[in-house]
């Protein structure tokens, strides 16, 4: 097994790595997200998108756009240190950082077979849906149900008693 760290990869390195990776015929899962506090629902996410394919991309969003999608006092660690607990999952291949608001872009520049979302998500709510359907992208909605989030989570954290 690879460390966490060398599964970090530009966006350059992985277009190659990818590239080698379809030459075998192995399918491409994209999955994105903040990563803000990793929890079990972020867990489920991703190995539900693993099962989608054989080699497992996640996106994570980089600090600038998770403070415009999050708001002030996002994201709770940063970029390097949430990319780096993705990559110590075993589900997961590579991670990317982004800064873009979605994940479009990346879907243009690797072409994945796969774009994996979470059951916040519909089939059409997907902000990527456009792009994956016209690149023949197929849309799965993945992980368990969205009874969770780091929101939640950092609320609870708020709310408990110091002691």
Do not use: W
């Not at 999955?31 to 497992?56: K, S």
């Not at 994945?112 to 997907?126: L, M, Q, R």
């Not at 023949?136 to 929101?151: E, L, Q, Y």
Request: proline letters at 4%; hydrophobic letters at 40%.
């Amino acid at each position: 097994m690879r460390e966490a760290g060398s599964k970090i990869v530009s966006q350059g390195v992985l277009r190659q790595k990818l590239k080698e990776h379809k030459s075998h015929g192995r399918r491409i899962v994209l999955a994105n997200g903040c990563f803000d506090t990793l929890h079990v629902g972020h867990i489920r996410y991703l190995e539900g998108a693993r099962r989608e394919g054989d080699i497992l991309v996640v996106g994570v969003n980089a600090d600038s756009s998770v403070c415009n999608l999050k708001g002030p006092g996002r994201p709770v660690l940063d970029e390097n240190a949430r990319a780096q607990l993705v990559a110590a999952l075993r589900s997961v291949d590579y991670v990317v950082l982004f800064a873009e608001p979605n994940v479009e872009a990346l879907l243009e520049e690797l072409r994945p077979d796969v774009h994996g979302k979470g059951t916040d998500y519909t089939a059409e709510s997907v902000p990527e849906r456009a792009v994956a359907a016209r690149l023949g992208i197929r849309v799965a909605i993945v992980g368990d149900p969205k009874n969770h989030s780091t929101r939640e989570l950092l609320e609870s954290i708020r709310r408990a008693p110091h002691g």
